[in-house]
């Protein structure tokens, strides 16, 4: 046998280092668990905000748009400022459509 | 019985663990920590530096786990982990003392670190002997030996050296020289 083949390969290895090293793996296991659990539930909420949007955009009658146009088919003209921009408003509330013939103030 | 565990190969123990298995790291430790322990001990020559750079290389190993590439050589990684930050704390302590990293020699302790209560035999008088032996050498002669020792390819010590592998062959040479000659004188 050489006699550098009799120098040890392996030591034994203090209690202790076993110890601190098992439970930072310990440590580390759970922390990886933590932020898998974070990112579940991060993407799972945007995930849902994001069907409520698509399902809300379809199950809820649309605000039709107030188009320019159409508020300026009522002569608001000779109304005071703040009239003009509570017909506007009201306009937007109740989802009016203007320029729908039927429609008359 | 061995568990189905411990005939499974070290990158499919990393991926276990990574997955969830606590156990698959414990199996992973048990079976590479007795050869770090011995390369770190032999290669610091301090049971005090050894302990500090064998619990940080593992700390280290950890972190970097999810990183790790299997090629079949996660040994040849967690010796140049160990090695790296032994040498990171050398070059530390050099810059405090200005003492050239060659020459630095290791206080003198005993090759067996963790200090068995008995120690007569040959081999282990003999081992103290080589050890001692190689504290004499320089650092990176010391390293290939030690390394080569953990049968570790020439070619992974010349990557975790950053040097080639005709380095490495040369460092050796050099080494088992020395080493020859420093147990003759004292066979004389």
Redesign the interface.
């Known amino acids: 046998m050489k006699r550098y083949e009799t120098l040890p390969k392996e030591l034994p290895v203090p209690d202790f280092l076993n110890e601190k090293i098992l439970r930072a793996a310990a440590d580390f296991s759970a922390r990886r668990r933590q932020k898998a659990l974070h990112r579940r539930i991060v993407f799972g909420g945007a995930a849902a905000a994001a069907a409520m949007l698509i399902f809300s955009f379809f199950a809820f009658p649309q605000r039709r748009e107030i188009k320019p146009q159409a508020v300026m088919r009522q002569d608001v003209s000779g109304w005071s400022a703040i009239d003009q921009e509570s017909f506007v408003l009201c306009a937007e509330l109740n989802s009016c459509n203007l320029w729908d013939e039927e429609f008359s103030i | 019985m061995t568990s189905p565990l411990e005939n499974m190969d070290d990158g499919a123990l990393i991926a276990s ?2 997955r ?1 298995g ?1 156990a698959a ?2 199996v992973l ?1 048990r079976r590479h ?3 770090l ?2 390369f770190l ?2 290669l610091a020559g301090d049971s005090a530096e050894a ?1 500090e750079v ?2 940080e290389t ?2 280290r190993t ?2 970097k786990l999810p990183k790790y590439r299997d090629d079949g050589k996660f040994d040849a990684w967690l010796f140049r982990i160990g090695r790296n930050y032994y040498l990171d704390r050398c070059r530390a302590r050099q810059r405090r003392r200005n003492v050239s990293l060659d020459n630095e020699m290791p206080p003198s302790v005993p ?4 200090s068995e209560p008995q120690m007569q035999s040959e ?2 008088e ?2 103290e002997l ?2 001692a032996a ?1 504290r004499k050498l320089p650092a990176e002669q010391r390293e290939v ?1 030690l390394l080569r ?2 049968d570790v390819a020439f070619k992974e010590i010349a990557a975790i050296q950053r040097t080639s592998v005709n380095t490495v062959l040369s460092r050796m040479q050099y080494a ?1 020289r020395a ?1 020859r000659r420093e ?1 003759a004188e004292i066979d004389h």
């Open positions: 663990f990574l969830g606590e790291f414990e430790y920590r007795g050869a322990y011995a001990t032999h302990d064998f619990s593992w700390l950890l972190e090759a067996n670190a963790s081999a282990k003999t081992g080589i050890s190689l030996f020792q953990q088992l080493l147990l």
